[in-house]
């Protein structure tokens, strides 16, 4: 097959999918519209706390995924996470997390990949000769033989404009958002506690970062707001997501350990939307593939809100496309 394989999208799923096709022979190009990999296995950083404010850890269930994960655990690039969790919320399988925050298993997956950061792909045009990507500057001049759409649904649907039938299986596909707050206190918080999720119709989750492995020192935690909440606040201040989701940390951390009458200073806090944080109604499918198109599209949203299902969905989509078009 002649051609670079445009895969548009960097997170676990795009990631995964194009770790396949390179390791079956095929150049690859990753877009990413971010500065990084790594999707919602995110981490934000201040110049004295980090911050897990996407994914907080992920769950190893299938045998592919533990294989590959391997190899980072022998590296120290994942790590297990032990935090103090009530046991009536408390998920019961390993937590793994990257290390030293949650965007090192968006590292480890583009190792040895040509990934291009802060690049929005906003079009796409197909003629005899393959594919033409045109970005948000109008600056892409090279063709593709095939093109993976591994970015959120929702997303992806306006560039399959061309291609009603495509773009409506992709329509079906929900999301809801999350906001999430970032919370750095002057010393830890005297409670013991780092990890916490219940229904509360506010703030369901709770996590000290600090108990993550390798985090440092500093007293910061991460919020997620329910979803009800994140849909009536969706277009708010961010400013004022902040503030209200650290007002309610003290009532939501009284529902399960006991709390001083006033907690510690806060240094700094911060907001960050997530409008398509967790999958709703997924597709049903591991991935979507088009060999006569050369077009496929994965992601979490095929399968279900966890990394590992990201990780499932590009790699069951990159064994399709490389089977397809080995004889190409």
């Not at 919602?40 to 110049?47: K, L």
């Not at 996590?207 to 390798?214: E, G, L, T, V, Y």
């Amino acid at each position: 097959m002649n051609g670079k394989i445009a895969v548009i999208g960097a997170g676990v799923a795009g990631l995964a999918c194009a770790r396949e096709l390179l390791h079956a022979g095929h150049d690859v190009v990753l877009y990413e519209k971010g500065g990084g990999p790594g999707g919602r296995a995110a981490t934000r950083r201040t110049d004295t706390a980090g911050f897990d404010h996407g994914a907080q850890y992920f769950v190893v269930r299938d045998p592919a995924f533990a294989e590959y994960l391997a190899g980072p655990l022998r590296t120290g690039a994942v790590g297990v996470w032990r935090p103090r969790w009530p046991a009536d919320t408390r998920e019961q399988a390993p937590l793994h997390v990257g290390v030293p925050g949650m965007n090192a298993l968006g590292r480890a997956l583009a190792g040895g990949l040509d990934v291009i950061h802060s690049t929005e792909i906003v079009d796409l045009e197909r003629d005899a000769d393959g594919w033409r990507l045109h970005d948000s500057l109008d600056s892409l001049n090279q063709r593709h033989a095939a093109v993976v759409l591994a970015i959120p649904a929702p997303q992806a649907v306006p560039l399959l404009a061309g291609y009603p039938a495509l773009a409506a299986r992709l329509a079906g596909v929900s999301f809801s958002p999350c906001w999430a707050a970032m919370a750095e206190f002057e010393e830890p918080l005297p409670v013991e506690l780092d990890a916490d999720w219940r229904p509360d119709p506010v703030l369901p989750w709770l996590a000290r970062n600090a108990s993550k492995p390798r985090r440092g020192s500093a007293d910061a935690w991460v919020l997620h707001a329910g979803t009800e909440w994140s849909v009536a606040h969706l277009e708010a201040d961010p400013e004022a997501v902040a503030a209200a989701l650290v007002a309610r940390l003290p009532e939501r951390l009284a529902q399960v350990v006991a709390v001083p009458a006033k907690l510690p200073p806060l240094v700094a806090s911060r907001a960050h939307r997530w409008r398509y944080a967790r999958v709703e109604t997924p597709l049903g499918e591991d991935c979507l593939w088009h060999p006569e198109l050369a077009l496929g599209a994965c992601g979490d949203w095929c399968i279900g809100a966890r990394v590992e299902a990201a990780f499932l969905s590009g790699r069951a989509l990159g064994l399709a496309m490389a089977g397809t078009l080995a004889g190409r």
